[in-house]
């Protein structure tokens, strides 16, 4: 008898489809060295501890903004709202000035923090992982913006999509004993 775990996984025709049916927020990743803004769109952001309270995200290794970000040692991450499918494309392309589109304020750090987000959460580095073609940040959350009722932008299948709130929404946010 076989299992699913004896098959080799063939990763250039399978790995994307099969976690593209794994949903993600998008959020813009930012910084500020010497003054001038740097920033990316990142899926891979997630809640990682309580306490101390870390969240984590996960840039390329072929970034041209994370080596920023590292240096200046300290970002923002923006949460984006469902109409912000063209602040994430923006952020999500190289090589042009993606600050020239849209309007900001500053985080304590001095990060970007973006028009329009749903929230943000202002950081510290803590910790840089290699993980692949990828590294794994950790970052101590210093401040937190106040979170917003609008809709989510998520992407999904290679797209993004939006979703509501299910009318049995925990009222007044999460108990102690719910998943994070």
Known sequence: MTTAGDAAVDVPARFRPVLGHFCTG???VTACEDGEPVG???QSFT?????PPLVLF???RTSGTWPVIERVGR???NVLAGEQQDVSAVFGARGEDKFS???WTRAPSGSPLLDGALTWVDCAVETVHE???HYVVIGRVTALGEPSARRPLLFYRGGYT???APPDAMPGGPRPDDWF
């Open 58 to 60: 996960c840039p390329a």
């Open 101 to 103: 589109s849209v309007s």
């Open 26 to 28: 998008v959020a813009i």
């Open 75 to 77: 970002f923002a991450v």
């Open 40 to 42: 990316f769109a990142c």
């Open 162 to 164: 939006v979703t509501e």
């Open 47 to 51: 809640a990682l501890s309580l306490d």
């Open 131 to 133: 993980a692949g073609d």
